[in-house]
């Protein structure tokens, strides 16, 4: 891998089944999550994912470059935008990702995810070892 | 408000947490992870999001967890975790300040085995207004 690289861009789909599996998974069963009128009672325009999810997802996207989780050291990011889950619909999480250095066989990523053309996920990196 | 007094302060975990398989498959089939050897990046969460809880939750320090919005997270790992793992977690309130009412609160959560760090992570949790 080389600076200023641009990697392939990968899309995940969520849908309220797997909001609820992250729920179960990751102990967050807070209604927002989960209930659309309890979500729109507190301002929100419909349920939303869990920010973890989102970056467990951006977690899978740098594992498979890296090439296994346990050549993944770093990953961090700020959660900008809420990833917005309709009922009966698959939202899509758009993760890519651009070299931004290479030194003594670390790679750092500059990445960004997106759903429904809105950037979800901000100042998002990752650091690799190959 | 945070207790000002808790600023700075570390909370040392008092419980020993084992890392179980059925945990880690969970979180894969989440993700479609198919190696499940390791636990994946952002795996830790729920161990640090916990202790978290507990402690920003206490009378002492005095945060209302059903206002908390997640900032954001970062993750530096030492060493992924695996199944049969037994770690404890440390939990640092390194800092807060208040922005237009909100409550911003940095949490850094160091987790451990009897040997080592394995993994350290930071959380910016915001409680609104």
Same mark, same amino acid.
């Given at each position: 891998?080389?600076?200023?690289q641009v ?10 089944a ?8 990751s $102990?967050?069963? %807070?209604?927002i999550?989960?209930?659309?009128t =309890?979500? /729109?009672? &507190?301002?929100? *325009? ?15 996207y ?5 090439? $296994?989780?346990? %050549?993944v050291?770093?990953?961090g990011?700020? =959660?900008? /935008?809420? &990833?917005?889950? *309709? ?17 003594d ?23 690799i070892?190959? | ?17 084992t ?24 795996f ?6 916990d202790q ?6 206490s ?10 919005v997640?900032?954001?997270q ?8 695996k ?6 977690c440390?939990?640092?309130i ?24 394995l993994?350290?992570s ?8």
């Amino acid at each position: 891998m080389i600076k200023d690289q641009v990697l392939d861009e990968k899309i995940f789909f969520v849908n309220r089944a797997l909001l609820k599996q992250y729920a179960d998974t990751s $102990g967050d069963h %807070n209604p927002i999550h989960q209930d659309e009128t =309890f979500a /729109k009672s &507190v301002g929100l *325009p419909n349920v939303i994912a869990h920010g973890m999810l989102t970056m467990a997802l951006v977690g899978k996207y740098v594992t498979e470059i890296a090439g $296994g989780s346990a %050549n993944v050291l770093e990953l961090g990011g700020r =959660f900008t /935008k809420p &990833v917005i889950v *309709p009922a009966d619909t698959d939202v899509d999480i758009t993760v890519t990702a651009t070299v931004s250095d290479v030194i003594d066989g670390r790679v750092s990523l500059s990445v960004v995810a997106t759903s429904a053309g809105v950037k979800v996920l901000g100042m998002a990196k990752a650091v690799i070892t190959l | 408000m945070i207790s000002p007094d808790s600023i700075g302060r570390t909370f040392v975990g008092t419980k020993k947490i084992t890392v179980s398989q059925s945990e880690i498959d969970s979180f894969c089939a989440v993700i479609g992870e198919t190696d499940r050897s390791v636990a994946p990046p952002t795996f830790s969460i729920r161990i640090s999001l916990d202790q978290s809880e507990e402690i920003l939750t206490s009378p002492e320090v005095g945060i209302k967890w059903d206002r908390l919005v997640h900032g954001d997270q970062k993750f530096d790992i030492k060493r992924p975790l695996k199944a049969g793992d037994v770690v404890r977690c440390d939990s640092t309130i390194e800092s807060a300040r208040e922005v237009a009412g909100n409550e911003i609160i940095t949490v850094r959560s160091d987790i451990s085995n009897e040997k080592e760090l394995l993994i350290s992570s930071w959380s910016t949790l915001v409680i609104r207004a």
